[in-house]
């Protein structure tokens, strides 16, 4: 039977560590957390009724309570009686008590019950300063996951180290418990899809979207909208002006060469048809969308060449092929980013010609702001890592409540969509 008495003395300590998070209490902090870390997560650990974390309190901390502006009279004290040095001497508290926490390993991405992240509440309250800090440390731990998924175990060990990684392994799974992962592994969003994300934090709303199962699913022509069997929406009519500016930012003369990876609903292919390309080659994987695609003549359409498959396996045989475009675009559903990093990394860079333009429909963690920020400076990080300079322009979004009518998750609830538009260094 659990002792009611531990259970007690447990919540006390969460909210004598969450108190002290508050009052930007940073020495009584690491006293506590060095304390609690034994028995608990100090640095993550939660309040029952807001969902807060320590990152959380923090950052609420900092919302000013003055309703009216504040005036400063002619002796330098504001209306309210607070000296200018003292609000300086508050910000400052609260951005080396953010920075402790993160150093400590506190999830910057973690959710609480009003659906905020840390993140989502220095941007309502105005804290610029602190919201840049949340992103970075989002960058921080998308790029380590990045790095570890790449990571491949050494197969050249002796049989000694192999004996004792697999006694290892055995003991780990019989003590899961023990197992854990680093903090800043723990704090990164996993992304379900690469461009057209439905959520970077886990909200337990169904059944994950994956490659294979988005592959064997069967779709849903409507009017408007491309759903798959789950409801999760694949491509959108809503779309059309960011498709419309993309193919002409990629394709901005006839008698170009242009391949377009993921075909959907056909938006940007037949913004790309406009532009009268010389070769207009298209990879779908999805044979729904192939059988689509040929009831409405695509096949028949001027230099028009479609490929069936998915992108991994079709790519090579081009670059084998000594297959040049002027052009590329990028719109798949259902795969990661590490996909997404090996399209640009690995492919595009035999397929593009020395001039020529790429882009992709950026959708990566356009469930809340933040997660796009973050992404924006991952994505730029790897561009130039591969050799790629991006510019981005913006594009207001309209309203788009009523577009999820019928629709599982919204993969889009931000302001403004950052096109980008990819071309090698010079």
């Not at 650990?45 to 950052?59: M, N, Q, R």
């Not at 003369?253 to 790309?272: E, K, Q, S, T, Y």
């Not at 690995?346 to 469930?367: R, S, T």
Request: charged content about 30%; glycine content about 8%.
């Amino acid at each position: 039977m659990a002792d009611p008495t531990a259970e007690i003395n447990v919540d006390l300590e969460v909210q004598e560590i969450l108190l002290a998070a508050s009052q930007h209490d940073i020495p009584k902090l690491r006293r506590l957390i060095r304390s609690n870390e034994a028995a608990l997560n100090a640095a993550n650990v939660k309040d029952s009724e807001t969902g807060y974390s320590p990152l959380h309190a923090a950052i609420a901390a900092c919302e000013s309570n003055d309703e009216e502006p504040v005036n400063e009279e002619p002796n330098g004290v504001h209306s309210n009686g607070v000296q200018p040095s003292e609000e300086k001497s508050d910000a400052d508290s609260g951005v080396n008590t953010v920075r402790f926490l993160l150093q400590e390993g506190a999830i910057w991405n973690d959710l609480d019950l009003n659906n905020e992240t840390p993140g989502c509440i220095a941007k309502r309250i105005g804290k610029e300063e602190l919201y840049e800090m949340i992103v970075d440390a989002g960058v921080r731990a998308e790029l380590l996951l990045n790095r570890l998924d790449g990571y491949e175990q050494l197969s050249d060990m002796d049989e000694d180290e192999e004996g004792e990684e697999k006694d290892n392994d055995d003991q780990s799974a019989e003590n899961p418990q023990e197992e854990q992962a680093p903090a800043d592994e723990q704090s990164v969003p996993q992304l379900v899809d690469a461009t057209r994300n439905t959520s970077t934090v886990a909200e337990g709303t169904g059944p994950d979207v994956t490659s294979s199962r988005y592959l064997d699913s069967n779709l849903t022509f409507q009017g408007d909208r491309l759903l798959d069997q789950d409801q999760n929406g694949v491509m959108m009519a809503w779309e059309s002006d960011i498709m419309a500016k993309s193919a002409t930012k990629i394709l901005p003369a006839p008698g170009l060469r242009v391949l377009n990876v993921g075909h959907g609903m056909g938006i940007v292919d037949g913004f790309l048809q406009e532009q009268s390309p010389a070769s207009h080659h298209i990879i779908e994987a999805h044979p729904d969308v192939v059988a689509e695609m040929k009831r409405k003549g695509w096949h028949e359409k001027p230099g028009v060449q479609i490929h069936e498959g998915r992108w991994q396996d079709i790519l090579p045989t081009l670059v084998g092929q000594g297959e040049q475009f002027d052009a590329i675009y990028y719109d798949t559903f259902a795969e990661s980013y590490s996909d997404f990093r090996e399209f640009f990394s690995e492919q595009v860079i035999g397929l593009l010609d020395q001039e020529g333009k790429w882009g992709f429909f950026n959708g990566m963690g356009a469930d809340r702001q933040i997660s796009y920020d973050v992404y924006q400076k991952v994505v730029e990080m790897d561009l130039f890592e591969a050799g790629f300079d991006v510019e981005w322009e913006e594009i207001e979004v309209p309203t788009l409540e009523e577009e999820w009518n019928g629709v599982r998750r919204p993969y889009w609830r931000i302001e403004k969509y950052r096109l980008p538009l990819c071309k090698f260094m010079d």
